[in-house]
């Protein structure tokens, strides 16, 4: 059973969960005179599905021993669970045993029966600064990140800046926001970012890949499912949108969705509601959404193969996330911060490029974005012995091209003339070639994900049937 306290919705919530009556509520008395909310449970299952749906609490104080499920289990829920959730064990059965056991499970404090109610008060408190001391470092350590653009995206080109500017105005916002890019430009980075400075950031944000996950299985990540739903379901599963209530859910890849997906996702976009796969149960929900993608959403709709309805529900705000070919004057402050990154990740000692490689870096197409020089970056780190990374150090594809002053294409070191097409072109099929046509393998050197290096090749191919026709 469950029983709401007086609280306000402002104040922190204390969850109390005790089979036993009288001590259940004189606990839960003594918590409230500290000026918190308090919500009480005689079964630790019911406690467990609420934080599920609602994970809002913030000290859990359970009895070690219940019947059903004991404080052990449910602590061990609780941290498989990732809450952040300070959790206080009780028993009349205390022992050093016991709150060995407690403590390795990761429990924040143990108290034995009959509880000292003036010192149960003191231990909340104690657990509820802390909370506040860290969540106040947290928010310095934002400040500090802040150096290097809007949190941890780095960047200072016009390009980014209006970005940032753009993030500031709709983070703090209810509205839905899609997120456009190519891969490797940092999509659920800005997608985070603007998690944590909207009203949502001290609930979940959660964070699922459309593409990476087959079709069949997909349903029951987002929705959740009954048990005995379907063949293999032996248990209850919470899906993504019900544990992100309260919180922000972000969809990446959102163009993978197959259809029927497409039209239960609109709805719940629009009514506010799911269902278990395999349920009978209305659930509501509260979650704020954004959504990503490195296609063109509006060809997809053209093409039959995203629903118009979803995709302007979709777009209520759209934010674009330039390539790096367009802002090559962020590459310096890039690998400024990334090579000190992987010098202390590593073990190695402070790195910087010589200005030479730096021209190169600037100059390069860079099809994978900042996923790919971040790679390079790595692995220079790893393999280079000295302090200052030369031009000769490079890959070979680099090395092949000089910029030209003041002009937005790239000439090869020997021939002539190039755009920057031209040179992504030639650097995908020279790494497919090196690796013997593995498209995966070549898809992860050059640090783009399978799908745009497929298409890519798709282009390439019908360039090549188009010039042929024309011969």
């Known amino acids: 059973m469950c029983q709401n306290g007086s609280a306000m919705s402002e104040l922190p919530t204390i969850l ?15 918590v409230e005179k500290i000026g918190v909310g308090v919500r009480t449970f005689d079964d630790a299952r019911e406690a467990l599905d ?34 952040d959730l300070g959790v206080i064990l009780v028993t009349g059965y205390g022992s050093i045993e016991s709150a ?46 802040k150096r290097y653009g809007f949190d941890s995206i780095i960047g200072r080109s016009a390009g980014m800046e209006r970005l940032f500017e753009q993030m500031n105005l709709v983070g703090p916002t209810r509205s ?22 909207s009203p949502r950031r001290d609930d979940r944000f959660l964070a699922i890949n459309c593409g990476a996950i087959p079709p069949d299985i997909l349903e029951s990540e987002l929705f959740g499912h009954e048990k ?48 278990r796969v395999g349920g009978s149960e209305l659930l509501d929900v509260d979650f704020r959404l954004i959504a990503a993608t490195n296609r063109n959403l509006e060809q997809e ?55 030479e490689a730096l021209d190169l870096l600037q100059a390069a197409a860079w099809p994978g974005n900042v996923r790919e020089l971040k790679n ?15 031009r000769s150090e490079l890959p070979a594809d680099l090395r092949m091209i000089a910029p030209l002053a003041g002009t937005g294409r790239i000439q090869a070191a020997d021939g002539p003339v190039r755009t920057m097409v031209e040179i992504e072109r030639q650097a995908i099929l020279e790494t497919l070639e090196l690796f013997g046509g593995h498209r995966a393998k070549t898809a ?10 497929q298409r890519k090749l798709k282009e390439y191919r019908r360039e090549e049937e188009t010039e042929s026709v024309e011969a």
Not at 17 to 28: F, V, Y
Not at 118 to 141: A, C, D, G, I, P
């Open 16 to 30: 109390v969960i005790d089979d036993e009556t009288g001590s259940r509520e004189s606990m839960a008395q003594a």
């Open 100 to 145: 060995v056991e407690a403590m390795q499970v990761g429990a924040d404090d143990y108290l034995t029966k009959p509880i000292d109610l003036y010192e149960l008060r003191k231990r909340v408190t104690n657990l509820l600064e802390n909370r506040q001391l860290k969540e106040e470092v947290t928010s310095l350590r934002q400040m500090l990140d």
């Open 228 to 275: 005995g739903s379907f063949t293999g379901a032996t248990g209850r599963k919470i899906g993504k949108l019900e544990l992100a209530h309260g919180g922000t859910l972000f969809l990446d890849e959102i163009s993978e969705l197959y259809p029927e997906l497409q039209v239960k996702l609109l709805r719940v976009l629009e009514e506010r509601s799911i269902m």
């Open 301 to 355: 709709v053209v093409e039959g193969r995203f629903r118009e309805d979803l995709f302007y529900r979709l777009k209520v705000v759209t934010l674009r996330i330039p390539p790096l070919r367009e802002r090559p004057e962020d590459i310096p402050l890039l690998a400024e911060h990334y090579l000190a990154r992987f010098c202390e990740e590593h073990g190695r000692e402070p790195k910087s490029l010589s200005h």
């Open 376 to 390: 390079l970056l790595e692995s220079l780190v790893i393999f280079h012995q000295g302090s200052v990374i030369d």
């Open 50 to 83: 609420h934080l599920d749906r609602s994970p809002g609490a913030v000290v859990a104080i359970c009895d070690l021993r219940m019947p059903e499920m004991d404080g052990i289990a449910f602590l061990q829920a609780v941290r498989e669970r990732e809450l």
């Open 176 to 197: 839905t926001v899609l997120v456009v890019g190519e891969s490797g430009t940092g999509k659920e980075l800005v997608a985070n970012a603007l998690h944590r400075v």
């Open 444 to 453: 992860k050197a050059l640090g783009i994900g399978l799908r745009t290096l």
